[in-house]
């Protein structure tokens, strides 16, 4: 496989910054951009010289096979500052990981690691001062990677683009969740690529989210496809449920996706001796446990909301409402992350890394 140093990577520098022109205490989440971007295609069966260059739009022919077949997978992670102006990435090992799973399950080359690394590094240090410092400010980082071959027969494409480009972010959910369990709609099957990061995963819940919206709900509680009676993510994170003061989620699985921010919670939860139970999660004994008052929390968990309480849910016309509970697990896991991706507090298990 192909190796590069950062000081292989060409790079354009941006003539002009655009970073004096945005507020941010007021940020649209994904709708404004660094300086740069970071690109490398994929062409004559191996990854080309990777450039960055100031952020702009790109030419891509129509018959891409992107636009026909969907070949395009993705990621989604943060860099944070902290007061004395270092930047740091959380588990981004786990990311590179996950994105080259995903791009196998749609027969996608995989991306070199040092390509991945020396790249998101060289690009983070270029737009660095898009980082702010304090707590629930960051910088999300969004790497992809699209079919780019001008041909509409129905195969894996030849060429392909990787790309990571930068939005700067606050909070992205404010409040509490209102949701609704699935009992038509499915987000996966079994056999399919729900485990992957495919953009055509996140494009088929849109419908069925916007008939919950409509009802007055923010998100969708997807269940398994085959019998719609076992609980498996919320939206586009993953989900979770305090019985009592135990903690439960769902096992991955293809159609589940092995979260990050969800096996670091499961991890907090075991370093603070609280109880995780790692299994199937039926409908009816959430609907029961929330009847008998043995349902204290569901939240859901990604690396976007960080972690996202969920105040009420519905299903079969059934309307539930959770109780406020003092020293949630939901406060305490968001609290603790939040130390450690802004280096605040003692990092146990490395999961910070430096941007140097």
């Known amino acids: 496989m192909s190796s590069i140093s950062s000081k292989e990577i060409q790079i354009e520098r941006a003539k002009t910054t655009k970073i004096d022109q ?3 205490n007021n940020i649209d989440f994904g709708r404004i951009f660094t300086d740069h971007m970071f690109v490398c295609d994929f062409k004559d069966g191996k990854w080309q010289t990777p450039k960055i260059m100031p952020y702009q739009p790109m030419t891509i022919d129509p018959s891409a096979r992107v ?3 969907g070949q395009a997978v993705f990621e989604g992670m943060k860099a944070y500052k902290d007061e004395a102006g270092k930047v740091w990435l959380f588990r981004p090992e786990e ?4 994105i080259n799973k995903s791009a196998a399950r749609l027969a996608i080359p995989e991306f070199p690691k040092d390509y991945f690394f020396n790249g998101l590094h060289t690009l983070l240090n270029l737009d660095k001062d898009w980082v702010k410092p304090g707590m629930g400010n960051s910088l999300y980082i969004r790497p992809f990677v699209i079919a780019t071959e001008p041909a509409i027969s129905a195969s894996p494409a030849s060429e392909y683009r990787f790309m990571i480009i930068c939005s700067p972010a606050k909070a992205y959910y404010s409040g509490k969740v209102r949701v609704l369990f699935a009992e038509k709609f499915s987000r996966s099957a079994d056999g399919g690529v729900g485990f992957a990061k ?5 494009a088929a819940q849109f419908h069925p989210t916007n008939l919950a919206k409509e009802q007055g ?5 997807w269940t398994d496809a085959n019998t719609h009676e076992y609980l498996e993510e919320a939206g586009t994170m993953n989900v979770f449920f305090r019985v009592n003061d135990t903690l439960i989620t ?3 699985n293809d159609r589940i996706l092995d979260g990050i921010t969800r096996k670091s919670i499961i991890q907090l939860a075991k370093d603070n001796h609280i109880d995780v139970e790692v299994r199937r999660v039926s409908v009816k004994e959430i609907k029961d446990a929330a009847r008998n008052g043995s349902l204290k929390e569901i939240f859901g968990a990604g690396t976007a909301a960080v972690i996202s309480p969920i105040s009420t849910f519905e299903h079969a016309e059934e309307v539930f409402e959770l109780p406020n509970v003092e ?7 968001k609290e603790k992350l939040l130390n450690i991706q802004h280096n605040l507090s003692e990092d146990l298990h490395n999961w910070r890394q430096e941007v140097k």
């Open 327 to 333: 020293d949630s697990f939901a406060s305490i896991f």
């Open 198 to 202: 495919a953009a055509g995963n996140y």
């Open 67 to 69: 636009f026909h077949y």
């Open 22 to 24: 945005v507020d941010f």
């Open 250 to 252: 769902a096992p991955t």
């Open 217 to 221: 709900y923010q998100q969708v509680v």
């Open 95 to 98: 990311n590179h990981a996950r």
